[in-house]
């Protein structure tokens, strides 16, 4: 190998300057041979040059030396041609790089959509996975860059048509492993990083338990345990877990109850390896005993009696009326809840009836399973949002009655119940969200300001979209002086979605020069509740006590129904005897 003069340093192409040639004289004492070159080394089989040539100032060695002498000037990379500062081999590994990366994601995106991983842990794992994965690749990239010495690049990209295959697969496997890669990095986010924050996450026990509280209610069980193997199918978080799995058990040991033999051993089985599996000695201890308590036991035969006929309903008071004021279709299937109230010719509430007091048929079929509790009892809380008109009509001793109604609503409202503050004039806002606080409830009644125009219905739609996502009895209690003139929605989707929440709508309407009472009467006849008009504002305080006593006297009827077909359905209600008071609704089924 030929040395410099003066020293002992290698030849390095990568000293000389681009775009110029440097031609040096062989060392002392070795002769320069046919077809050895001052520039370059020899390759083989290059014939003899015929003078100096430049050397362009890019990283080739060995063989690619050798191609890249056979390559035309004009496929030089510009910037070795032309002289520029920057390294071209820096550029084009970047873009490789950049490349690869993208079709690595392209590669996790496919997995992630043959897996069908596409609820929102797995989506957040899989972009944390991408976004560790490029940091990984930029600190492999910037380490490299920090151990390259100055001015000597990486490799330069084959000319197009040479080494075009391979360079090909060897993009498609990089971006195969790093996809790979980012599979495992995301794998480990979602099974590791992922649970501790899963509280926030997916917590959504608050609205799991109360409508399982409803199912358990109306021995629902396979219901119920459906919705609790349905959830744990899911990332939850491990307190969520824990009461579910806890459920579960008390919910198997209750079902076995009602069931024959077979189908109750199978049942407390299954509560036993629950259990086992969930650390819950005391359900494994329960459901054994229940097992051996249904073994059969030799003895004598045993007749059982004839049940005695079911009770005849009760006659009701003279001049008594009945009338539904709502149907929750929330938890259907099975159940669906219907509110009924039953009034005296004085309009008082007839308490104490029971479910042997009333029939009930869908479409003419009787309804075999129906239990009835009333408000009075407090069997579930009630959701209330109270929605008061504060356009510029209600300045003055209206706004001030309207406070005090308000104020007298919320004094009858129950410990467990839950109140909403909606204020509407222009736009609706709500003053005060769902709260138990009557103290909290009160104070943001000071905050309506009596201006602007009526958005009634905009207002209406804001409450029913709240009262959606609640668990109990739902009702909207508005109070308006004038027709709507500024809202966005209409009355037609203020019923549509009154209907698919479940809510009843009870109305106070004052009289004004802009009452349109007519609308609020038609709404409260589409979606169920109840509707009063004052004439002065020093009724609105009775008005409004009036409905909450008309809310907590509701009965609540559980109708276990069957698997109905989509379409319009008719609800039929008979009570008392032995000439019952019918009440009808029909109700719409959008379920195949």
Known sequence: MRREHGGGHRHRLHRYLPGKAVVRPPAAGVSAGPGDDPVEPRCRGAGPRAGPRAVPRWPVRGPALCAARRRPRA???????????????????GGRMIRRLMLAALVMGAVALLAHWTDLLHLLAGALGALALGLLALVAALIQKKRTPEGLDEYDEPASGEEGGP????????ALALGGLGLALGALIYSYALPPFYPWLVGDCPQLLPKLAIYEETQAWRQAVALIDQRLARPIDRNCRA???????????????????AEAEAKLAEAQRWADANGLPQYHTIAALMAEQLQPTPGPTLVTPTPPPSPTPRPLPAGA???????????????????????????QPVGDLAASDMRASVDGKPVEELRVAQFSQAPAPIYAAVVIDCSGSMAGAPLAAARAGAQAFLGLMGPRDQVELIGFNDKAQVLQSWTADRQAAGAALDLLEAKDWTALWDALYLAGSDLAGCSGRKVAVVLSDGADN???????????????????????????????GAALQSLVQAVGGRYAEATDPGQLEEY?????????????????LPALP??????????????????????????P
Request: aromatic share 8%.
């Open 566 to 591: 989509a379409g319009s359905h008719r609800l039929r209600l008979e009570v008392g005897g032995p000439q019952p008071l019918v009440v009808e609704q029909t109700f719409e089924e959008a379920k």
């Open 243 to 261: 009461q579910l799995a806890e459920r579960k058990c008390r919910y198997l040991i209750e079902w076995s109850k009602g069931l024959p033999r």
């Open 167 to 174: 360079s090909l697969l060897r993009e498609g496997l990089g």
């Open 321 to 347: 009326t009945a009338q539904l004021t709502g149907l929750d279709l929330a938890y259907y299937p099975p159940t669906a809840f219907a509110y009924l109230r039953v009034a005296d010719a004085a309009g």
């Open 544 to 560: 409004y006590r009036q409905m909450a006593g008309a809310i907590r006297n509701e009965y609540r009827l559980a109708l276990t």
């Open 486 to 516: 500024r809202s966005q929605h209409s009355r037609d989707e203020v019923i549509a979605q009154a209907r698919r929440a479940g809510l009843s709508i009870f109305a106070i309407g004052l009289r004004s020069a802009e009452y349109d």
């Open 75 to 93: 496929t030089w990379p510009a910037a070795g041609r032309q002289g520029s500062g920057h390294a071209p081999g820096r550029a084009v590994a």
